[in-house]
């Protein structure tokens, strides 16, 4: 059982790397192996609504958003994690998940995910539902922990003083331990992925 940790701030080592970082040893205690990709800090291209994805079954630009979906299909769980920007997901944790999501889709559709969330003070609530969105549109089940899962700090070491915000990280991985056993047992008698209905598309309500 593997769990991939997306880093999202251009801070390879900061953070929301700390934070994840947390989460990982909580998972590897669970028995349960975990890896952490760093985003980058060059720019991260946005989706442009081509559509090519659809016939390519995968974005034209191949870039590490591709490499990040080809490894999300053999992981079996994630943890998307970004500094908090003006109370939202920083810019390229945006446009990464946007084409991730857009063009990757089956790869991570019905595999637990949660978000992780890195702030010095204010905005981890609503950076955390941002992020939350992309699970739910892909029947993915979200799992939780004993608080929202943030940390604060600007620097690392300010993190490591933030003894509930590890704390919550640690239950994160337990609670994602847990449920990845869950649906390994489940799988293991028979218990399929529930058919979906997928026939209607609209733009209306009535
Ligand atoms: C452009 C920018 C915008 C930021 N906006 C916020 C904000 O809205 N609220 C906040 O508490 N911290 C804000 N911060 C601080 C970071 O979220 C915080 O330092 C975070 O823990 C950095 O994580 P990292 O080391 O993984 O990049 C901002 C930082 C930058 C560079």
């Not at 251009?10 to 760093?38: D, I, N, Q």
């Not at 390519?56 to 630009?61: A, I, P, Q």
């Not at 649906?183 to 026939?199: M, N, Q, T």
Request: proline letters at 3%; aromatic letters at 10%.
């Amino acid at each position: 059982m593997k769990v991939l940790l997306l880093n999202g701030s251009p801070r390879e080592k900061g953070c929301t790397y700390t934070a994840l970082t947390e989460v990982g040893k909580a998972l590897s205690e669970c028995g349960v192996e975990s890896e952490v990709v760093w985003i980058g800090n060059d720019a991260v291209a946005g989706c442009i609504a081509c559509g090519a994805c659809a016939s390519l079954g995968h974005c034209f630009m191949e870039d590490r958003v591709c490499d990040f979906v080809e490894k999300a299909r053999s992981a079996d769980g994630f943890i998307f994690g970004s500094p908090v920007y003006y109370s939202a997901p920083n810019g390229s944790v945006i446009a990464f998940l946007d084409r991730a999501f857009y063009s990757g889709k089956s790869a991570f559709e019905g595999k637990p995910a949660a978000c992780v969330t890195s702030c010095r003070r204010g905005g981890a609530s609503s950076t955390f539902d941002f992020m939350n969105k992309f699970f739910g549109i892909n029947s993915m089940p979200v799992v939780s922990s004993t608080y929202w899962n943030q940390v604060h700090g600007n620097t690392p070491a300010e993190v490591l003083q933030d003894t509930e915000g590890l704390q919550t990280m640690r239950n994160l991985g337990r609670n994602m331990a847990w449920l990845l056993k869950c649906i390994e047992a489940g799988r293991a008698v028979g218990v399929k992925l529930p058919e979906k209905e997928c026939d209607f598309r609209t733009n209306f309500i009535r």
